[in-house]
């Protein structure tokens, strides 16, 4: 059965609040409580569980919500210690609250963890539930009896909607409209700043404390192991860098933040952004630290972009180099190459910005020569900091697609990603027969 959705729009008009609410320690009772579920155990995740940060997605939904009247309140139990990580204690906290409905963000590497939550707290406390999140935007026909509702793709229309109408009008899947990311409030970090996240950035020698932001949301470019183009359909929108300049300034005035990560695919994807934001960093005299994800391209091509950042504060750099193999680096469509790799992580080196290579192993198609090659530009280049993968299919991309098509791989897991074969033999190579992720 063809599953019914609704497309949902914010109100006519969102003013920015000046300030932010402080952390709900009374127990005030709240319209929504929004979760992030524990994290997984490695053994039950292909994945790596990354680092400790705030999970600014939820950020931005109470930060809209509150805009508009309505009170939400986070619980993110990823970073809660095991004392503290009980059922019996969240289900007394959230029986205080006495919210309308109960949102559980699902990531598909956190979805053993999500689904127990769920059942714990439906059965507990009856409220409804709503998720969100990449994985049922990804497989919204897959969304089990226990849910009631779904949203896809962004979610603070979304979430208004569900919230200002009578439940018996809502169907149960609602696809958010994007709306314009410079009308968003930023999220609040009095939550945040209370909690024992990685507040340092160790491999840029960045000390505590460095606030996360994110000021985009989707990418344009189109590697084909990455399902990012399809969930925001190839379009990406960015904050201004007035608004970014602002945000930064209140982070280091209400926080005391020293540094910023910019946590978003492509931090750098408009140079032109990046030299008014640096521009404006100049002349407002901000001396603060700061850090993002980037492409190599971008800085190879832009010329003095590179050179710009660091003269303002930029102390590192997270780039998806992915390949030491020319041809698979074309395969996986990154649109770059080994020599503008060197070049960059040369500069880096010269201008005193910190690197942090991301590679893939096992992409299909790759020879042992061509992993050989890999590990001998690593030695070229020598970036600060690596992390090796082993290629897995993510959902929904193109990679993933061919494998579907060409039924190379042998096995899928109930999150939905695919093991080309070969992989837990690499695995064993790259990861060393000692580790404990999820391998099937």
């Known amino acids: 059965m063809k599953m019914h959705v609704f497309k949902a729009h914010g109100p006519a008009k969102a003013a920015r609040p000046d300030c932010a609410k402080p952390y709900n320690a009374d127990r005030h009772p709240v319209d929504i409580i929004l979760f992030r579920p524990p994290a997984p155990n490695a053994c039950d995740s292909p994945l790596s569980l990354g680092d400790l940060r705030p999970p600014l997605s939820l950020g931005f939904l109470e930060a809209y919500l509150r805009d508009n009247a309505l009170r939400a309140e986070i619980i993110d139990l990823y970073v809660q210690p095991p004392l503290i990580n009980s059922a019996d204690y969240w289900i007394e906290y959230v029986q205080a609250l006495s919210p309308r409905f109960i949102g559980v963000y699902v990531h598909s590497s956190a979805l053993s963890t999500a689904f127990e939550l769920i059942r714990t707290l439906k059965r507990a406390t009856g409220c409804p539930i709503v998720v969100g999140g990449p994985h049922f935007s990804i497989f919204p026909e897959n969304i089990p009896e226990i849910i009631d509702f779904a949203v896809c ?243 929904i991309s193109d990679m993933y697609e061919e494998l579907l098509k060409s039924g190379e791989y042998y096995h899928i897991d109930d999150a939905g990603f695919i093991y080309p074969n070969g992989y837990r033999e690499l695995c064993a190579e790259i990861y060393g027969p000692a580790s404990n992720r999820y391998i099937p």
């Open 153 to 395: 793709g962004e979610g603070e229309a979304a979430l208004y909607a569900l919230l200002t109408t009578p439940i018996d009008k809502m169907p149960r899947v609602i696809n958010g409209t994007p709306l314009d990311i410079d009308m968003l409030p930023w999220p609040s970090f009095d939550y945040f700043i209370r909690q024992p996240y990685d507040f340092a950035i160790e491999m840029f020698s960045m000390p505590q404390v460095v606030l996360p932001m994110t000021t985009s949301r989707g990418c344009p470019f189109r590697c084909r192991f990455c399902s990012n183009r399809r969930i925001f359909k190839g379009k990406a929108r960015l904050a201004c860098a007035i608004r970014i300049f602002d945000e930064m300034k209140r982070l280091a005035r209400d926080y005391g933040a020293r540094g910023v990560f910019f946590r978003e695919d492509n931090f750098t994807q408009s140079p032109a952004r990046i030299f008014e934001l640096c521009s404006l960093l100049r002349e407002g005299n901000v001396k603060m630290d700061w850090a993002c994800e980037s492409r190599i391209d971008t800085l190879f091509k832009r010329k003095g972009l590179l050179e710009e950042m660091a003269a303002c504060g930029c102390k590192g750099l997270y780039l998806g180099v992915e390949s030491g193999s020319q041809r698979v680096l074309d395969l996986m469509n990154k649109n770059i190459t080994i020599g503008q790799i060197e070049d960059v992580f040369c500069r880096c080196k010269k201008l005193g910005i910190k690197t942090y290579a991301s590679m893939v192993y096992g992409y299909p198609g790759e020879t042992r020569r061509e992993r050989d090659e890999t590990d001998a530009m690593l030695a070229r280049i020598r970036p600060d900091a690596v992390s090796r993968a082993v290629f897995i299919g993510i959902p």
